[in-house]
């Protein structure tokens, strides 16, 4: 059973930064790719960023390329999600997933609010 926490968001002011912690449990973190969606109200979840098992490959948005970073610790089944300048437009709840390839096992999510 695999099981998703997130952390780390909370209320920034425009141009600031946080990071989200993503801890998994269940022995196959270190074999899955590793991502983040968000949900902003009323829109769809979209994609922002994904990790593949071994942290040589990564993927993001064009909408927080140059502003987000995505990292992995295999030995801590974590992942971590440094997000900077960021923007009123970056208000979500983020959710991070795993799977082998595409999103299998969700968190629960937690708020990043920017405030302009």
């Known amino acids: 059973q695999v099981q998703l926490v997130e952390s780390g968001g909370g209320l920034v002011q425009t141009g600031g ?9 269940g022995h196959t973190f270190s074999s899955s790719t590793m991502g983040w969606f968000r949900q902003a ?3 769809e979840r979209e994609f922002v ?14 909408s927080v390329r140059g502003r ?9 089944n974590t992942v971590y999600l440094q997000m900077n300048s960021l923007k009123p437009e ?10 082998r390839v595409y999103p299998e096992y969700w968190g629960q999510g937690t708020q990043v609010t920017v405030s302009s």
């Open 17 to 25: 930064s946080l990071r989200l912690t993503c801890v998994a449990s």
């Open 41 to 43: 109200p009323g829109k």
């Open 49 to 62: 960023a994904a990790i593949s098992w071994s942290g040589d490959s990564t993927y993001y948005a064009d």
């Open 68 to 76: 987000f970073t995505l990292s992995r610790d295999n030995a801590k």
């Open 90 to 99: 970056d208000t979500a709840m983020y959710y991070c997933y795993q799977g």
